[in-house]
């Protein structure tokens, strides 16, 4: 694959942090992924029963944040040589509001051997904050990368 | 509206099909900011082991939540979505052009 700043699994280490830009969530974000995804529920798309609700107002999608932090994160560091994203553990500790800025601050957590000589797991953890430095989401990601071949 | 009593352990639901398109895939990369080149550089990727751009992995899972709200019972009275554990085990062979 191009694009020659790709980091191999030899090079990454257990403890490194990276962290995102801002980016602030929209309106349009929410009905675009309402539209993309088919959820519609009353929760994203209708203001006036919200009003009522715990929130007081709409909220964004969960998945619509885990979507947004998985592209803001790759503007916060340099892409690893990844074969597979193997899977996920994620909690929603609170809700994105219309106009939260959110950022997302990663942490190698574990690095395994497998098997096979040319990849290893890497567990990264992330972290999505509001601008009031909330966690608002967090989780752990596991990605099959490519071992520097000698 | 389906409630919390209403709910059995262990009771199977199944969602209508959906067709994954190519223009979902951009809307989601445009939405999200994953530009990676295995999703969207066809070039890049068709020199790869996948053999052309692959579904970004996010994708299905963000889709799998509206397919949810289809099947064929009352919606659920959802008042937060706590968490959840996801696995990918064929990401590989999804690729567009192909159904």
Known sequence: MAGEDRRYFDEIEVGEEYVSPGR??????????????????????????M???????????????LAIQSGLLTRGMRPFATIAFLGLR???????KIGDTITVRAKVMDKR???KKDRGIITLQRQVLNQKGEVVQEGETDLMVERRSS | MFYFEDVVVGDPLETPGRTLTE???????GLTGEWEPPTTDEVAASRTET??????????????????WRV?????????????????TAAWWWRSGRS
């Not at chain 1, 929130?55 to 944040?65: D, T, V, Y």
């Not at chain 2, 692959?54 to 799998?64: A, Q, R, Y």
């Not at chain 2, 064929?72 to 990918?88: H, N």
């Open chain 1, 113 to 115: 051997e497998t098997s």
């Open chain 1, 51 to 65: 009003k009522s609700s715990i929130f007081g107002e709409r909220i964004a999608h969960g998945l619509l944040g």
């Open chain 1, 24 to 49: 602030t969530v929209t309106e349009a974000d929410i009905v675009i992924f309402a539209g993309l995804s088919g959820d519609y529920n009353v929760l994203h798309t209708d203001a006036e029963f």
């Open chain 2, 51 to 68: 053999g052309g751009r692959v579904i970004p992995d996010l994708l299905p899972l963000c889709m799998s939540s509206g397919l949810g």
């Open chain 1, 90 to 96: 994620w909690k929603f500790k609170g809700p994105i």
């Open chain 2, 23 to 29: 223009a979902d895939i951009v809307q989601y990369v």
């Open chain 2, 72 to 88: 064929p019972q009352p919606p659920l009275a959802v008042l937060a979505f706590m968490g959840f554990e996801w696995k990918l």
